[in-house]
């Protein structure tokens, strides 16, 4: 393994880690704007996201 692919695997880890742990993460719907359902599965797991455009 490359230390420039473990480095771009550690920047974009640290982004991830960052966006998921700072806020906005969750707020109130805005019953005004519309919805949107995000839907994955495989054959060892079901995620779903329901999120709405934000700012």
């Known amino acids: ?6 480095n771009k695997q550690q ?16 707020c109130f719907p805005s ?3 519309p919805f949107h ?3 994955d599965a495989s054959g060892m797991a079901i995620g779903m996201v329901l999120a709405q455009p934000g700012e």
Do not use: A, M, Y
């Open 37 to 39: 359902v995000h839907v």
């Open 11 to 26: 920047r974009t880890f640290e982004t991830l880690k960052e966006k998921l742990t700072t806020t906005p993460i969750l």
């Open 1 to 6: 393994v490359h230390s420039t692919g473990v």
């Open 31 to 33: 019953w005004d704007k």
